[in-house]
């Protein structure tokens, strides 16, 4: 989707660091990390959040699920601990409308939902 900054970066018209990808999930390092593991986790087609996830993308939501784990492994933090965390809308904090998985590891994370 034109003007889309996820899929400017799925398109390559914005450079990021990416550490995950197939046919239909990129991975890539979060420009802002929260901890020193901040991978976000995309589908490469533009879904705006999980409000706009249907059956049609059984699919993809099952590899977007079992690629976290992988990309945990990869990151080095599949063994000592992980948070996966999806905003969605405004009231979730959610900031770019194209669904993304934020996972953070690396440290001890605070036990907070805001
Ligand atoms: P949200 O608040 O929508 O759940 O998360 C959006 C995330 O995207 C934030 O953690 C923010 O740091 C990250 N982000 C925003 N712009 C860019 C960018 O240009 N490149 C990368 N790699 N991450 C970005
Ligand atoms: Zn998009």
Do not use: W
């Amino acid at each position: 989707m034109e003007n889309c900054l996820f899929c400017r970066i799925v398109n390559r018209e914005i450079p990021s660091s990416i550490v995950y990808e197939d046919d239909l999930i990129l991975g890539f390092k979060d420009i802002e990390p929260q901890a020193p593991v901040h991978v976000l986790l995309i589908p490469k087609i533009h879904v705006s959040s999980l409000n706009d996830l249907g059956k049609e993308h059984g699919e993809l939501i099952a590899r977007l699920t079992s690629v976290i784990p992988q990309v945990a492994e990869k990151m080095g933090v599949k063994d000592s601990g992980y948070r996966v965390v999806v905003n969605c809308g405004e009231d979730g904090g959610q900031t770019v409308f194209h669904l993304h998985y934020h996972i953070l590891g690396g440290r001890a994370l605070e036990n907070q939902f805001g």
